[in-house]
Nanobody
C-alpha cells in the first residue's frame, strides 16, 4: 500500500528555516520509476507545486517554482524512503499546508513546470506558518 506521511511543520519567524520530511512506504523514491514533489496550499488558494524531481527532465532532475527558487531545496535520503524540503529565508507568503506527492515516471514534473493533476498519491499535509 502506497503511503506518504509529512512531518516537520510548525511556526517559524520570517527569515527563518524549517525542514519538512516525507516518509514513504509501499515504494521507493527512485526517479527512474516516479516523479516526486512538494506542493502547498494556502487558505482560499489552489494547491500549487513547489518543487519536483524526475529523471525525465533533461536539465534536471529538479524543477523549482519561481517563488521558492534559491530558498527551498529538495533532497532524498540515502535509503530512498524519505524526502526532505529544506526551506530557508522564509516569508509570510510561504504559510500553507505542505504536501508531498508521487506521480508515475515521466508525468507531473516538466521543464516548463509542475502539473499537480498528474500526481496521484498524496500525503495528508503538514501546516507551516511563517509569522513573527
Amino acid at each position: 500500500q502506497v503511503q506518504l506521511v509529512e512531518s516537520g511543520g510548525g511556526l517559524v519567524q520570517p527569515g527563518g528555516s524549517l525542514r519538512l520530511s516525507c516518509a514513504v512506504s509501499g515504494f521507493t523514491l527512485e526517479l527512474d520509476y516516479y516523479s516526486i514533489g512538494w506542493f502547498r496550499q494556502a487558505p482560499g488558494q489552489e494547491r500549487e507545486g513547489v518543487v519536483c524531481m524526475s529523471s525525465r527532465v533533461s536539465k534536471g532532475p529538479t524543477v523549482y517554482a519561481d517563488t521558492v527558487n534559491g530558498r527551498f531545496t529538495i533532497t532524498r535520503g540515502a535509503a530512498e524512503n524519505t524526502m526532505y524540503l529544506q526551506m530557508n529565508s522564509m516569508k509570510a507568503e510561504d504559510t500553507a499546508v505542505y504536501y508531498c506527492a508521487r506521480a508515475d515516471s515521466g508525468y507531473g514534473c516538466y521543464e516548463h513546470g509542475i502539473d499537480k493533476y498528474d500526481f496521484d498519491h498524496w500525503g495528508k499535509g503538514t501546516q507551516v506558518t511563517v509569522s513573527s
